[in-house]
Structure formats: C-alpha cells, structure tokens
C-alpha cells in the first residue's frame, strides 16, 4: 500500500508565507511526477505547480513567480513553498504522485489534502 501524508497548511496573513510537505509512504518502487492540485470554496480542483523526477517544474499562471515546487526523490517528498499569499490562495491543497510499486503499473495517489487560509 501506498500512502501520501501532507502537512504545513494552516492560517496566513495576505503577503505571507507557508510550505507545505507531502511524503510518500509505503512500498513505493518509483515516483515520477509529483504535483499539487487545491480546490476552493465552490471551485473546481485545479493544478497548481508539477515537478518531474528531473526537477522540471510547471507552475498555474495565477502562482507563478509566488510558489516554489521542489522533491527530494530520497525522501520521496515534494514541498510547496508558497510566498506572497493572497486570499485567493485559500483552498484545500492536494498531493498528487505517479507511482510504481515494485510490481504492477504507475498509479495515481492523492493524500487527504491540508487547508490553507489566508487572511486580510
């Protein structure tokens, strides 16, 4: 079994700054990309920023040039570094990853999502 366990979300003010943390636990063989997806109030779930196994990174225009996607493949880890919030940003946020058990094909995860609230 495999499992995604985020965490870092919770409560910040407008211009501030969160990282979230989500780590894959389990029998993880392989995992090639990791992403972040949120979901607000009455809105779809959408992308947020991807990251490849080799570091390159995809960012939703309306983030870009705020947050930082990052991995650390050994620790089988993606991090979200969120800076300049806007209350916008308020959302739950999702962890994503393809991943290879030994046996078997790539599958999609989700973990349990983490709340993020932005304050004026």
């Known amino acids: 079994q495999v499992q995604l366990l985020e965490s870092g979300g919770g409560l910040a003010q407008e211009g501030g700054s969160l990282e979230l943390s989500c780590v894959a636990s389990?029998?993880?063989?392989?995992?090639?990309?990791m992403s972040w997806y949120r979901q607000g109030p009455g809105q779809q779930r959408e992308l947020v920023a991807a990251?490849?196994?080799?570091?390159?990174?995809n960012y939703a225009n309306s983030v870009r040039g705020r947050f930082t996607i990052s991995r650390d493949n050994a620790r089988n880890t993606t991090y979200l570094q969120m800076r300049a919030l806007k209350t916008e940003d308020t959302a739950v946020y999702y962890c994503?990853?393809?991943?290879?058990?030994?046996?078997?094909?790539?599958?999609?995860?989700w973990g349990q999502g983490t709340q993020v609230t932005v304050s004026l």
């Open positions: 990251i490849n196994p080799n570091g390159r990174t």
């Open positions: 994503q990853a393809e991943i290879a058990q030994r046996i078997g094909p790539i599958l999609d995860y």
């Open positions: 389990g029998s993880v063989y392989a995992m090639n990309a």
